[in-house]
């Protein structure tokens, strides 16, 4: 365990010094938002992919692996089909407006009153993006060291917020790459293959499991089709992905490079689910089957590999917790904050200020969340029943208001929140309701309200 305890502070330290040289590299505003919209294929592909993949993607796939099979792939395959429909047919136009949060486009098409509604929705969902990644951080170094969950949440998170906070999105992009090329070895090319040699190999995992783990529908059609209305969508909209997107140097590298992390997605999720059902068959009793990513990694790795591996899936965290981060706090300073001085755009050291503050509130907010599916599930269902139908509407509707917008936006918000409430987290019902509600209210209030006058230019998808 000393050995794994070695290998963990090596990449933890590995990634402050990343956070450092990427504060050197963030010297304008626009650096430290969008890494001087300057990537190239590589460096976007490795931080798209990274940024997607997080904790729920890895300690919850392995979840679902481990109670449904294969099918548990369906989050990630959700998640990677969103990114592929998002480079393909929307990045182009948006590089094109040179904008830095999803809220402007909404401020473009409608007025500043629809941007500050939307933006304190998207605030809420990065928050939550980053809470579930800091949770999952939290509840495998509890597992695997057996620290206390609130010290295990405050050292891992306090990487994470340290490492965002001085270098922004450059430092972001440098720990991504090397966050996904840690857990793409440690997890697909050392776990999956040890957790299936320990099983005896794919027959005696074929032998060990009712057929029903390798149907691609087990899981529930209803829960595919809630995973693709939440994710799919949820990635089209969302302030930590359109950011991504935004730091690409050119529309070719988003287009190409942004639909091999997309791919690259899916078989994350393939190796995620298998990794599941093999600790199934190892270990067939587990309290909490939450913990099914951490016991199988404790079980089935000799020291110094397993400290390996639970870098590669702090890795995943890591990445995704910092772009929760990030976007919250570019949300703050860039569509709520000047709003209260008077118009006045933020500095680099605000843009810095508040992107610790933000930390600090993700950090207190993970010490009493305790579930990363039910987290990551509220994150997308508020931005999902909240935003998605102003959204597409600004897009594509001519007769669409503000008012329309705006009551769409909070009956959205409202009625996916209470529904969750009501039925629980996991539950299917609050993206139908809320999906249901926006779309009403937003036809019948726009019809109701008056033709807008003008219209600005906004995002027009166009084919690949």
């Known amino acids: 365990m000393a050995l794994d305890i070695f290998v963990v502070l090596i990449y933890a330290a590995g990634m402050l010094v990343l956070g450092w040289y990427g504060m050197r590299k963030a010297k304008t505003h626009e650096d430290y938002l969008v890494a001087g919209r300057n990537l190239g294929p590589t460096l976007y592909m490795g931080t798209m992919a990274a940024t997607v993949l997080g904790g729920a993607s890895t300690v919850g796939t392995v979840r679902l692996g481990y109670v449904h099979g294969i099918s548990g ?91 965002s906070a001085i270098g922004g999105m450059w430092s972001l992009t440098l720990t991504d790459i090397v966050q996904f090329v840690i857990k793409t070895v440690g997890l697909m090319f050392i776990l999956l293959p040890i957790c299936l040699y320990r099983v005896g190999g794919w027959d005696q995992l074929v032998a060990k499991l009712p057929a029903s783990s390798f149907s691609w529908t087990t899981i529930g059609w209803d829960t595919i089709i809630t995973y693709f209305l939440i994710y799919f969508f949820g990635i089209l909209i969302g302030q930590d992905i359109w950011q991504r997107v935004f730091t690409a140097r050119t529309d070719k590298i988003a287009k190409y490079a942004g639909s091999i992390a997309g791919v690259y997605c899916i078989f994350y999720g393939l190796a995620c689910a298998l990794i599941g059902m093999a600790a199934h068959v190892l270990l067939p009793d587990l309290d909490n089957v939450n913990n099914a990513f951490a016991a199988i990694v404790k079980v089935s790795l000799p020291d110094g590999l397993r400290g390996l591996v639970i870098a590669a899936a702090l890795a995943a965290m890591m990445s995704t917790a910092s772009a929760g981060l990030l976007a919250a706090s570019t949300t703050l300073t860039e569509d709520l904050l000047p709003r209260l001085r008077g118009g006045k755009q933020s500095s680099l050291g605000i843009n810095r200020l508040f992107t610790l503050l933000t930390g600090l509130v993700v950090l207190a907010i993970a010490l009493v969340v305790n579930d990363v599916i039910s987290a990551l599930t509220l994150a997308y269902n508020l931005l999902v029943g909240g935003m998605l139908i102003p959204l597409i509407g600004a897009i594509y509707w001519k007769r669409a208001t503000t008012s329309g917008a705006i009551t769409s936006m909070a009956l959205g918000f409202l009625t996916a929140l209470a529904l969750m409430l009501k039925d629980g987290f996991d539950a299917n019902t609050p993206i139908y309701y809320s999906l249901s509600v926006g779309l009403i209210s937003f036809v019948v209030v726009s019809l109701l309200s008056p033709r807008p006058v003008t219209m600005a230019n906004t995002v027009k998808p166009r084919a690949a």
């Open 73 to 163: 792939f369906w989050l990630c395959a959700a998640l990677g089909l969103g990114i592929i429909a998002l480079n393909l047919f929307l990045a182009k136009p948006l590089l094109k407006l040179r904008i830095f949060t999803v809220t402007q486009v909404l401020e473009k098409r409608y007025n500043p009153m629809a941007r500050q509604a939307s933006a304190v929705i998207m605030l809420v969902y990065a928050l939550m993006i980053g809470v579930t990644s800091i949770l999952a951080i939290g509840t495998v170094m509890q597992v695997l060291f057996g620290l206390p969950f609130w010290v295990s949440v405050l050292l891992g998170g306090g990487v994470v917020v340290v490492y």
